[in-house]
């Protein structure tokens, strides 16, 4: 989108107001082409999908071969006028619509497509909404106390109907781990279980958390008066049960290593401390001290590309014919969480996708079944490497935030469009 953004720069004599107007004339003709491109990229992806058909690429996909898929139209001319309003995008001469601006159109478009007007167009609606936690609902290292306004929005998303799930790297497994979220969600739990909560039941236990990207599910339970571990014998994806044991551990003990190794070649041994779970391994800060951001970066793109020899490899510890399938073709996602490193196996993708169709399975649950189109993933990683939230891509459509106060403003817009 950068190379047509070009500037009025010299305005020095003409009116301002004419130039201002003549500028969002122009923004907004750039904001309907690319519209129609997704639009024309939606309808090409579908017809491609009908078996034995020859596979057609859309002008925006032969333009940008690594687009994604979009679950959604975009309404990009009607978000970016809301954002101009907002903004005042086009009324600057020396600075140039962002990176920013664009993402906040985005988001905007997003959150129109999911909201009425598309709704009534296309039947779908949204069912499920899900966050990340750091950044995203409250700020890094934090968790959600109860004057939190984001905890108020999600009260309120709950009262609609939806489904809400946290959707976070932070992994603790079985029923010992639901006091660690406790801690990160007390804010919400504390006023799911206070007496001024006019929430029914079921809307009430229509919250989930999804640990450690897709590892550990728990979801609010009302006679506890809070989570509740779900075994992923009821859960898990076909796809997941099928992962070989043994091909995780040795993902876990080579990364593992390889975190040592790194950790030594910075100098960072008396600075850090190395953590290994049972499905994840990071890095982390000691008390009083940081990573440099460089090194973080650094050690997530090397753990990618450790992962990716390894993945790469997987017939050199295939212990049976079963380990060489497609279907045990284990998902793993290394990231830099902002002060630390991780390397997590699972992803949001299959985290989100589970949650989908758990809901679906659910006896109490009427919606059945969630598709993409009908589910929200808002985070602030959604940077191409090293990013975590990215992978969610695969699985919903997506929010991309930047902090708490910008995840209240989406979701005020969600809920008042
Ligand atoms: P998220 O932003 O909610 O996805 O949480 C990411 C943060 O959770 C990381 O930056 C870590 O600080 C923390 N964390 C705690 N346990 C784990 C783990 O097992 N894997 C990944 N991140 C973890």
């Known amino acids: 989108l950068a190379t047509p953004f070009v500037l009025h720069a010299d305005d020095s004599h003409a009116d301002a107001q004419l130039v201002a107007e003549d500028c969002q004339k122009r923004y907004l003709e750039i904001f309907k082409d690319v519209e129609m491109l997704v639009q024309q990229t939606i309808f090409f992806d579908e017809l491609n999908e009908e078996p034995g058909r020859k596979q ?17 139209p975009l309404p990009l001319a009607d978000a970016f006028l809301l954002e101009d309003e907002r903004r005042a995008i086009s009324k600057r001469r020396l600075v140039s619509p962002s990176f920013n601006d664009v993402r906040m159109i985005l988001n905007t478009a997003q959150i129109l497509a999911l909201t009425s ?4 167009n296309k039947g779908a609606r949204l069912k499920l909404v899900t966050f990340d936690g750091d950044v995203t609902l409250y700020d890094d290292g934090k968790s959600l106390d109860e004057n939190s306004s984001v905890v108020h929005r999600l009260i309120k998303l709950l009262s609609l109907g939806l489904y809400v799930g946290v959707v976070t ?13 406790y801690e990160r969600f007390k804010g919400l739990i504390d006023h799911l279980n206070s007496e001024n909560c006019t929430l029914k039941t079921h809307q009430k236990e229509n919250f989930f958390v999804m640990g450690a990207e897709s590892n550990y ?28 044991p043994s091909k995780v551990n040795y993902i876990m003990d080579t990364l593992h290593k390889h975190l040592v190794y790194l950790r030594s070649n910075f100098n960072l041994e008396d600075s850090t401390t190395i ?9 982390i800060p000691n008390s009083g001290c940081r990573i440099l951001r460089e090194q973080l970066e650094e050690m997530v793109l090397s753990c990618s590309v450790k992962l990716n020899t390894i993945l790469d490899s997987s017939q050199n510890f295939a212990t049976s014919t079963e380990a060489l399938c497609q279907t045990d073709e284990i998902k793993v996602c290394a990231f830099n969480g902002g002060s630390d490193v991780w390397v997590d196996i699972g992803d949001k993708a299959l985290g989100v996708e589970s949650l989908q169709k758990y809901i ?18 808002i985070g602030d990683q959604f940077a191409s490497l090293g990013a975590n939230d990215f992978k969610a891509r695969l699985s919903a459509c997506t929010v991309w935030i930047a902090n708490p106060r910008e995840t209240v403003a989406v979701l005020d817009d969600l809920i008042d469009f």
Request: hydrophobic share 30%.
């Open 360 to 377: 679906c399975h659910d006896e109490t649950s009427d919606v059945c079944p969630i598709s993409k189109a009908e589910s929200l993933h």
């Open 169 to 181: 790297a932070a992994g603790y497994p079985r029923q010992s781990g639901a006091e660690k979220y």
């Open 275 to 283: 953590i290994k779970k049972e499905r994840s391994v990071g890095i």
């Open 56 to 72: 057609i690429h859309s002008r925006l996909r032969k333009l940008v071969p690594s687009i994604g898929r979009f679950f959604t």
């Open 117 to 120: 007007i598309y709704k009534q």
């Open 217 to 244: 599910l728990f979801r609010y339970d009302n006679e506890m008066k809070g989570l509740r571990y779900i075994d992923g014998d009821e859960w898990f994806l076909p796809q997941v049960r099928n992962w070989n």
